[in-house]
């Protein structure tokens, strides 16, 4: 948001219905969403939330999802409302050593914003994943994978709900949860 009081109180329409579409959006029950302070200096608006995707009571994916206003546009954007985000999750380490889990990965947020009918323009970003052996005196387990995808895209309207479900699509794929309604079996307890 700008820094003074008085253009605080004058926020764009178009900004103000963005952010009423994304705080109504009802997440799955296993991810919580909270507002918290946004960036400042990446545009004249900003508006941010963070996500915590839980499976019982272990946290399994992060996120932060961006959303960046300049009435003004900026050519890179390719429009005005652009939304950035970081999504991060512990892996299995063998599906870390997947040499498509990237492409994979980027699919997960295509695939998401097309099925929530997000319409979007300039998507871009990348898929990180990072292996971690921990040696001597560390406590943890021996070896740990994790997955980050860091993305950005323009939404082509204010109506940002179908974004934010599709966000939470992506939390979900990378947190490894089965689609709403599906009941994973876990077999090693058997």
Not at 11 to 40: C, H, K, M, N, T
Not at 59 to 68: D, H, P, S, Y
């Amino acid at each position: 948001m700008p820094d003074s009081a008085a253009a605080a109180d004058k926020v764009p329409d178009v900004f103000a219905q963005a952010i009423d579409a994304l705080r109504g959006v009802r997440p799955r029950a296993e991810i919580s969403l909270d507002e918290i302070p946004p960036p400042q200096r990446l545009a004249p608006y900003s508006f941010a939330m963070s996500a915590a995707v839980h499976r019982g009571d272990t946290e399994v994916a992060t996120g932060r999802l961006i959303l960046l206003y300049d009435p003004a546009g900026q050519e890179a954007w390719d429009g005005l409302l652009r939304i950035v985000t970081f999504v991060s999750a512990e892996l299995d380490t063998e599906m870390a050593a997947d040499p498509l889990l990237a492409e994979v990965g980027w699919s997960w947020l295509i695939e998401s914003l097309d099925d929530n009918g997000a319409r979007y323009t300039a998507a871009g970003g990348t898929v990180t994943t990072t292996n971690s052996s921990r040696f001597g005196d560390l406590a943890g387990p021996a070896d740990t994978a994790d997955v980050e995808l860091r993305a950005s895209w323009t939404a082509l309207d204010t109506a940002l709900g179908p974004h934010l479900e599709a966000w939470c699509t992506l939390l979900a794929s990378t947190a490894g949860l089965p689609p709403e309604g599906v009941t994973a079996l876990d077999l090693r307890d058997r």
